[in-house]
């Protein structure tokens, strides 16, 4: 797109802008230079705020982000001309030495404006240096960031789950010893140990070469750019989507679906995907589509829109379900985590009220809200000892 085109796309919605853009398009025809750098950034915000694109543009991406890009687009396009311009004027100045190194400082300098506005490369992740990594993105550009401190929880912390565990960490294993193992979906009641336990299992097998990658939800659609990262590597790999759910009119959960199954690509046998949710088929259920009808909305045919929604967690191989704690569950983990804070047995025994009362005004008996009473009792008998 020239620059004299930008000018005239942005011209219906801004007349400010347009001018700004016009007033460049035209010195650059004259063979003028192309304006301070505040111009430059005034013109391409005008072009940013009318839809102005550079190649490849996401449009699902944060406003700010959408803006950074269409910045630098911009100032690729005006430096690209103004360079050519100076290319162009060199053959009526090489008998001028003077004159030629002049063009070429200039040309240089507009290059390195040039480069200053585009975003660095993305950092290769160092593979040593962590056992779990979050992908994070800047500038439309994802990277691996080492989590230099995971969490430290292990196995035997986890209490009244039993048979969660067990499940999960036969899976693992298999995993890790290169066995065929499957996606796992756990899902279930608030604070229950869901996200707990895949940290758990990580601390478990990562001596054994375990990797984990947490991604949250709006990135999913650059799961297959991690799936290609890590594939052909020798650990194993687990990609953490915690508190996974979608609603109406999210997208995000097709390019789950393709790396789950259904891609034209085999899955690298190095990589599983573990989520949780609260929500059994993660996205949302209506009272309507469950009727014996031919019109939900205005949806033809409601039975297919219900398979469309189940057939995502279906792909979880694995589903491990959590459910609400009972009193005397709720009291064991209490107790434990309050030994693990060092508070003594006779302290323990007396608080046991004092728990239920807690759990009662969180409306919840839950593993989290045990573990927040033992955090909160544990600091007062600190305090009171101090």
Request: hydrophobic share 40%; proline share 5%.
């Amino acid at each position: 797109m020239k620059a004299g085109q930008a000018a005239a796309t942005s011209s219906s919605a801004q007349p400010g802008k347009s001018r700004q853009l016009a007033a460049v398009s035209w010195r650059l025809k004259a063979g003028g230079g192309v304006g301070t750098p505040g111009q430059l950034g005034q013109a391409a915000q005008g072009t940013q705020a009318t839809g102005f694109s550079g190649a490849g543009e996401n449009r699902e991406q944060p406003a700010k982000s959408r803006a950074e890009k269409a910045k630098a687009a911009w100032s690729f396009r005006i430096g690209f001309v103004r360079v050519r311009y100076l290319l162009r004027s060199i053959p009526a100045t090489m008998t001028d030495p003077v004159m030629l190194e002049r063009l070429l400082n200039r040309a240089e300098a507009v290059l390195g404006r040039l480069e200053a506005s585009l975003p660095p490369a993305p950092p290769l992740p160092d593979w040593h240096a962590a056992v779990a990594f979050r992908w994070r993105k800047t500038n439309g550009r994802g990277w691996l960031q080492a989590v230099r401190h995971p969490h430290p929880i292990r196995l035997a912390a986890l209490e009244t789950i039993d048979d969660q565990k067990a499940r999960i960490v036969a899976n693992t294993r298999q995993f890790v010893a290169g066995q065929s193992a499957n996606n796992v979906l756990l899902t279930g009641s608030r604070g229950c140990g869901k996200s707990s336990l895949v940290k758990a299992v990580l601390n478990e097998f990562s001596a054994q070469g375990l990797r984990l990658i947490e991604v949250d939800k709006a990135d999913l659609v650059d799961l297959a750019d991690i799936v290609d990262l890590v594939d052909g590597r020798p650990e194993r790999f687990i990609i953490f989507c915690d508190d996974l759910s979608f609603e109406a009119g999210e997208t995000a959960y097709k390019a789950l679906k393709s790396v789950l199954d259904g891609s034209i690509a085999a899955p690298p046998d190095n990589v599983l995907i573990y989520a949780t949710s609260n929500r059994r088929h993660l996205m949302p259920e209506y009272f309507a589509e469950n009727l014996d009808t031919t019109r939900v909305d205005d949806e033809i045919h409601p039975g297919e829109a219900t398979e469309e929604k189940i057939s995502l967690s279906e792909r979880f191989g694995l589903w491990i379900s959590f459910y609400p704690f009972s009193q005397d569950d709720y009291l064991a983990v209490v107790n434990r985590w309050l030994r693990e804070f060092g508070v003594g047995e006779a302290d323990i025994v007396a608080c046991e009220r004092e728990a239920l009362n807690w759990a009662l005004g969180r409306g919840s008996r839950s593993g989290r809200v045990a573990w927040q009473f033992a955090r909160d009792f544990a600091g007062r008998i600190q305090g009171t000892e101090a």
